[in-house]
């Protein structure tokens, strides 16, 4: 608060806010954003390509390779004992003509090492078509 000099009568108290000295700071702050904002995003410009969620189709030949919560690696519905084991089953299809493909279902609770794990197999073996199989969004695009 301040005291008014030149009113009415001396020692009158002024009701008024002063607001010059938030627009002061108000304006630093926006001036320190307009340039701090332009340094911090810095983005090399792609054009990303659209995410699309196609039904899987399922062929006779192609090879479903599921990964539970603690790292057992199913070939379809079999066991295989070792990560070796999953590799020659992986070298057999991979001579294939046409090749099939490979579908990888991970366990929502497994670790993100055990599924890595498969995929670096059939990368190292040379599988061209790799899937990652998940439950679909029954929310939709329509309800957010």
């Known amino acids: 608060m301040a005291l008014n000099v030149g009113g009415k009568s001396e020692g009158e108290v002024m009701s008024d806010i002063n607001v010059t000295p938030l627009v002061d700071v ?14 911090i995003v810095q983005q090399v410009h792609l ?13 006779p030949e192609n090879i479903t390779v599921a990964v ?4 057992n690696i199913y070939w379809n519905t079999r066991l295989l004992a070792s990560n ?8 057999g299809i991979a001579r294939e003509s046409p090749q099939p493909e ?16 498969v995929l670096v197999a059939a990368q190292q073996i040379g599988i061209r ?10 929310l939709g695009a329509a309800t957010r």
């Open 102 to 117: 490979v579908h990888i279902r991970g366990d929502a609770d497994a670790r993100y090492m055990f599924v890595g794990r």
């Open 68 to 71: 539970d919560k603690e790292g």
């Open 26 to 39: 108000m304006l630093v702050l926006l001036i320190i954003f307009i340039i701090t904002i332009p340094v």
């Open 84 to 91: 070796d084991e999953l590799k020659v089953q992986l070298r």
């Open 129 to 138: 078509k790799v899937a990652f199989l998940t439950e679909p969004d029954h």
């Open 47 to 59: 054009t990303l390509p659209k995410a699309t969620n196609l039904p899987t189709q399922t062929k």
